[in-house]
């Protein structure tokens, strides 16, 4: 694909199911100064990570048809490992715009681990994809390779950042089975977008000195390839959030997002 160059009133559009790609958000705002951003959540059907893959890829071509019906969309960016590992190479087929997404780093942990006893945290959708089994399969005979999908700690996660109480213990009882393990992962792969949201609380809960690794870093060297940017750019910012459904958390989901620099809220329909 030609290189896309950024100009005046474009904007990138960052999706996820719910919060956690402000994960991915915020690791990149300061890389695209100039330019919108439109966040959409798809809290009318949080959590994704127990959505087949069918569900996932035809609500993923419904909104971005939507939403590119209303906005110049320069590059869509799939915040949540759940839709860019089921949907991604049928999704860019139906857009003229790039289309990136993030998706579980097993490489990196191969690369990083030095007790070959990684865990991997990711949705059960994420795990169950016939990608990553595949390639879980391949790996299996030189490293132990832990999976855990907890839909508990993508509400954590979630609740966390809205500013509610978390329980460590509650954590731990997730990580009941690795308590148990004679040698616990050195290096543990976080493949969805919510769990650097609680990376304090599973640093306080697992032994010392564990890699953590999410996506976020490989999102930069994925938009570099497709498009240039210049810093310079003169604009004058305003930034949106869609979310799908109004609930009792949408005035704290506002709150959050205007302490991102947001100015702009509206419910999509979709
Ligand atoms: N944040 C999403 C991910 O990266 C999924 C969370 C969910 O909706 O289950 O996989």
């Not at 329980?167 to 543990?188: A, C, G, N, Q, V």
């Not at 999102?219 to 930034?239: G, P, S, T």
Request: charged share 25%; aromatic share 14%.
């Amino acid at each position: 694909m030609k290189k896309k160059i950024l100009t005046l009133q474009t904007t990138i559009f960052i999706f996820d199911s719910g919060l956690g790609g402000i994960t991915i958000f915020n690791y990149i705002k300061n890389i695209f100064l100039n330019i919108n951003f439109i966040y959409l959540l798809d809290n009318k059907y949080f959590p994704y990570g127990n959505k087949s893959k069918n569900f996932i890829l035809q609500r993923l071509i419904k909104i971005l048809q939507k939403i590119s019906l209303f906005h110049n969309i320069s590059l869509a960016i799939i915040a949540c490992n759940t839709a860019s590992i089921t949907s991604l190479p049928e999704l860019k087929k139906y857009f003229n715009f790039p289309i990136i997404g993030v998706t579980p780093v097993i490489n990196l942990a191969i690369a990083k681990t030095k007790n070959q006893v990684i865990g991997f945290l990711a949705t059960n959708t994420t795990l169950q994809n016939y990608k990553i089994r595949n390639k879980i399969y391949l790996l299996k005979k030189k490293y132990m390779i832990k999976m855990i999908s907890s839909p508990k700690l993508v509400f954590l996660a979630e609740r966390k950042l809205l500013g509610d109480k978390i329980i460590l213990s509650e954590i731990k009882k997730i990580f009941f089975s690795w308590y148990k393990l004679k040698i616990f992962p050195d290096t543990i792969i976080l493949g969805c977008t919510h769990f650097p949201l609680i990376k304090d609380e599973l640093k306080i809960i697992f032994p010392k000195n564990i890699y953590f690794l999410d996506s976020k870093k490989y999102i930069i060297d994925k938009f570099k390839k497709l498009i240039q940017y210049n810093k310079n750019l003169l604009n004058i910012k305003k930034n949106i959030l869609y979310y799908t459904k109004k609930n009792k958390d949408t005035n704290r989901i506002k709150n959050i997002f205007k302490n991102m620099n947001f100015h702009i809220f509206k419910k999509f329909k979709i």
